[in-house]
């Protein structure tokens, strides 16, 4: 039982150029959530999905794409790598039935240059 | 903008003694949650309260909600080194499916 597994786990961009940051929970979780987090800034809702084939936006999701084809992966992809994506990106996965908390992955620190 | 902010923004106590937080939070909500990540690595999840629930306790744990007052307090008693971390309030929100965070309680805890 591997968790949420992100990968990679660092990453260095051109301004430019496109990547997908992958996330995989084996835990057969309905709920995953894309943050991401800066200084002084806590955690920040990317895009979040609520079962295979759902997505939907959070608070920052400008530049940002997702999709849910199946209920293990979620990957995020940056269309055109801008310096204000450089952060550390979370991904997080809940079962449904909002009793219980959601489990992280250990995160991508991604530096666009 | 994040619908949860934590205060203080940082603490530094002695080992053995209490360490409290407070999340405030702005709209109706399913359930109030708090996380611990330690530096550079994730989040990991603490405890759930309920909207429907004013205080929940786990181990050295202690939370409160009160949903009139829209804020919660995180409680951790006879802390140790080992509790030197940052603390997260995340709020489900009543209307959607998304987890709000705040910006966090750092917290040092001296030998």
């Known amino acids: 039982n591997a968790g949420v597994t992100q990968t990679p786990k660092f990453q260095v961009l051109k301004t430019g150029q496109s990547m997908t940051l992958q996330c995989a929970q084996d835990?057969?979780?309905?709920?995953m959530s894309w943050y991401r987090q800066d200084p002084g800034m806590g955690l920040r809702l990317i895009h979040y999905?609520?079962?295979?084939?759902?997505?939907d936006q959070g608070e920052v999701p400008n530049g940002y794409n997702v999709s849910r084809s199946t209920t293990e992966d979620f990957p995020l992809r940056l269309l055109s790598a801008a310096p204000s994506q450089t952060s550390v990106y979370f991904c997080?996965?809940?079962?449904?039935?909002?009793?219980?908390?959601?489990?992280f992955g250990s995160g991508t620190r991604l530096t666009v240059v | 903008s994040q619908q949860g902010e934590e205060d203080p923004q940082a603490l530094s106590i002695q080992e053995g003694e209490n360490a409290t937080m407070n999340c405030s939070y702005k709209?109706?909500?399913?359930?109030l949650q708090w996380y611990r990540q330690n530096s550079g690595r994730g989040l990991v999840h603490l405890i759930l309260?309920?909207?429907?629930?004013r205080e929940k306790h786990s181990g050295r744990l202690r939370v409160t909600l009160d949903t009139s007052k829209k804020s919660s307090s995180l409680l951790i008693t006879a802390s140790r080194a080992a509790d030197t971390a940052s603390y997260f309030c995340?709020?489900?929100?009543?209307?959607?499916?998304?987890?709000?965070f705040g910006a966090g309680t750092t917290v040092t805890v001296r030998a």
């Open positions: 999905s609520v079962g295979a084939g759902i997505t």
């Open positions: 309260i309920r909207s429907n629930e």
């Open positions: 997080a996965s809940s079962y449904a039935g909002r009793t219980w908390g959601y489990t």
């Open positions: 709209t109706s909500i399913n359930n």
């Open positions: 995340a709020t489900d929100a009543s209307n959607d499916y998304k987890l709000s």
């Open positions: 835990m057969n979780h309905e709920y």
